[in-house]
């Protein structure tokens, strides 16, 4: 399976609870649901299109903890996202928890980078990390991720936890897709290269 990485994220880079005020306030954050003014018809179909491509649901712990809390409750049938969310396999990486409360749910124990290769090598289409800035930046580091989907808002907040920010290799990416909502949302999808290029500087000419 490829592992994709999706993201939100503000021009400032904060990642940290889009989707409503008290998703996440740890760190005394405050400014959460900064995504959510900017959602329209246009990022629900590309995000439906994209969970049209997951043969399972790769999480942290507190992401999937988060999820498990609030997705089973929608209930509602013309909900874009509900049914497919609760169904899908779900893979959590943890060494804390011991079982799932969000069926169907493996829990993946031991070292992340490990268990997540094992994960990847069956056969399949993607198995895609929401959220859980932590774990993606980690298996990103380890040159596990095939593809970094991103979603930045028009909002600038100044604080909160900013995503991809743990040490590692500098990494490249190709630009394979954007799209800008009418509402403003840059939907950017990016496939990993592997290390970044070094810059070369000889026989360049500087514009001043």
């Known amino acids: 399976m490829k592992i994709t990485l ?6 400032d880079g904060v990642s940290q609870g889009p989707g409503s005020p008290d998703e996440d306030t740890s760190d005394g954050f405050t400014r959460g649901g900064w995504l ?14 994209w969970l049209d491509l997951a043969d399972g649901l790769l999480l942290g712990r507190r992401t999937y903890e988060a999820f498990a809390r609030d997705w089973p409750k929608i209930t509602d049938p013309a ?5 497919r969310m609760n169904a899908l396999p779900k893979y959590v990486v943890s060494n804390t928890l011991t079982e799932g409360s969000w069926d169907p749910t493996t829990v993946l124990a031991g070292d992340p980078v490990r268990t997540v290769a094992a ?3 069956r056969p399949g289409r993607e198995l895609q990390i929401h959220g859980s800035a932590r774990l993606g930046d ?13 979603v930045v808002a028009p909002t600038v ?9 743990g040490d590692g290799d500098a990494s490249g990416f190709r630009l394979t897709h954007h799209e800008a909502t ?4 840059l939907l950017l999808e990016y496939r990993t290269t592997g290390q970044a290029p070094r810059a070369e500087y000889a026989g360049v000419t500087a514009f001043i």
């Open 157 to 165: 907040l100044r604080t909160g936890r900013r995503l991809l920010t």
């Open 36 to 49: 959510v003014p900017h959602i329209d018809g246009t990022f629900v179909r590309r995000a439906s299109d």
């Open 79 to 83: 909900d874009p996202f509900a049914g």
């Open 119 to 121: 994960l990847k090598s």
């Open 6 to 11: 999706t993201e939100f994220v503000t021009l």
């Open 138 to 150: 980690a298996l990103l580091s380890a040159g596990l991720v095939d593809t970094l989907r991103l």
């Open 182 to 185: 009418p509402n403003g949302l």
